[in-house]
Nanobody, 125 residues
Framework: QVQLVESGGGSVEAGGSLRLSCVAS????????VAWLRQVPGKEREGVAS????????YYANSVQGRFTISRDNAKNTVYLQMNVLQPEDTAMYFC??????????????????WGQGTQVTVSS
């Protein structure tokens, strides 16, 4: 089993920044792809960014390209999401998820096997 714990959410004004962290524990060799996804009430979970933890290859949704940066520290079993120039439409619960795959660029929530509990991000205008 894999356990994922997110942290770093909070409330910021538009234009501000936050850095989310996702710490993994357990059988961490069972996955090679970690993603950040977000969800607002009444909507489907949306993939934001993913990283292949073996190769370091990154993927981003168009809505966050150029503003968000995903990175990893394999020694700490941690994946980060640096979010800059935050906008009110970025307000959501942000989840960390992991899976084993050769197609890490597919940000569909359906395929992810392991999930964290989420951390709330609220951006005010």
């Amino acid at each position: 089993q894999v356990q994922l714990v997110e942290s770093g959410g909070g409330s910021v004004e538009a234009g501000g920044s936050l850095r989310l962290s996702c710490v993994a524990s357990g059988y961490t060799s069972s996955y090679n792809c970690v993603a950040w996804l977000r969800q607002v009430p009444g909507k489907e979970r949306e993939g934001v960014a993913s990283i292949n933890t073996d190769s370091g290859v990154l993927y981003y949704a168009n809505s966050v390209q150029g503003r968000f940066t995903i990175s990893r520290d394999n020694a700490k079993n941690t994946v980060y999401l640096q979010m800059n120039v935050l906008q009110p439409e970025d307000t959501a619960m942000y989840f960390c998820a992991a899976r084993a795959t050769s197609i890490c660029g597919d940000l569909s929530a359906y395929y992810y096997q392991y999930w964290g509990q989420g951390t709330q991000v609220t951006v005010s205008s």
